[in-house]
T-cell receptor
Framework: GENVEQHPSTLSVQEGDSAVIKCTYSDSASNYFPWYKQELGKGPQLIIDIRSNVGEKKDQRIAVTLNKTAKHFSLHITETQPEDSAVYFCAAFLNSGYSTLTFGKGTMLLVSP | EPEVTQTPSHQVTQMGQEVILRCVPISNHLYFYWYRQILGQKVEFLVSFYNNEISEKSEIFDDQFSVERPDGSNFTLKIRSTKLEDSAMYFC???????????FGSGTRLTVV
């Protein structure tokens, strides 16, 4: 099955800095890679996703890059704000047989004012 | 914006008791899922449900667990004879198509004592 590794486990930045979270996946057939933000006591919320036919996608301060050859994808948050503080999960979706999301272990992002 | 609704938000149960966690998926979604998250760990897939039957399940989803869509709106997860290690956040999710664009509920925190 698919295996997703996520780094770092915690990330502390100053407000206004950029934050980068990296994930690798094991199954080259995975074709969809969403990122979720989870605030305390809430469910994961989709913030951005990318499909395997695209190398990069941007939505305001958030961007995701995908390197299919290396089987890794990254989340980039620019001009971080305190409200960006949360746990971020990457996931990979394998649309073949076991068509479910496999999550990384999460990154706790702390943005200090 | 459409939401996935889960009840209760918190359930405390005695070891060995049965619990039913309830979910109302987004109305035009066809695929339904249960995931769980043990405190501090990654979100793990339990089961997917489509066309009134289980389409896939993980190793975690053993005979202790069952799912049901008793009417046109609710989707339930039943855990028989709960164990201490069943304590976790349980998330329901739904998608319109297979796998893409998951919407998660806010979760039910199950505490087995």
């Amino acid at each position: 099955g698919e295996n997703v590794e996520q780094h770092p486990s915690t990330l502390s930045v100053q407000e206004g800095d950029s934050a980068v979270i990296k994930c690798t996946y094991s199954d080259s057939a995975s074709n969809y890679f969403p990122w979720y933000k989870q605030e305390l006591g809430k469910g994961p919320q989709l913030i951005i996703d990318i499909r395997s036919n695209v190398g990069e996608k941007k939505d305001q301060r958030i961007a995701v890059t995908l390197n299919k050859t290396a089987k890794h994808f990254s989340l980039h948050i620019t001009e971080t704000q305190p409200e960006d503080s949360a746990v971020y999960f990457c996931a990979a979706f394998l649309n073949s047989g076991y068509s479910t999301l496999t999550f990384g272990k999460g990154t706790m992002l702390l943005v200090s004012p | 914006e459409p939401e996935v609704t889960q009840t209760p938000s918190h359930q405390v149960t005695q070891m060995g008791q049965e619990v039913i966690l309830r979910c109302v998926p987004i109305s035009n979604h066809l695929y339904f899922y249960w995931y769980r998250q043990i405190l501090g760990q990654k979100v793990e897939f339990l089961v997917s449900f489509y066309n009134n039957e289980i389409s896939e399940k993980s190793e975690i989803f053993d005979d202790q667990f069952s799912v049901e869509r008793p009417d046109g709106s609710n989707f339930t997860l039943k855990i028989r004879s709960t164990k201490l290690e069943d304590s976790a956040m349980y998330f329901c999710a739904s998608t319109e198509g297979s796998g893409y664009g998951y919407t998660f509920g806010s979760g039910t925190r199950l505490t087995v004592v």
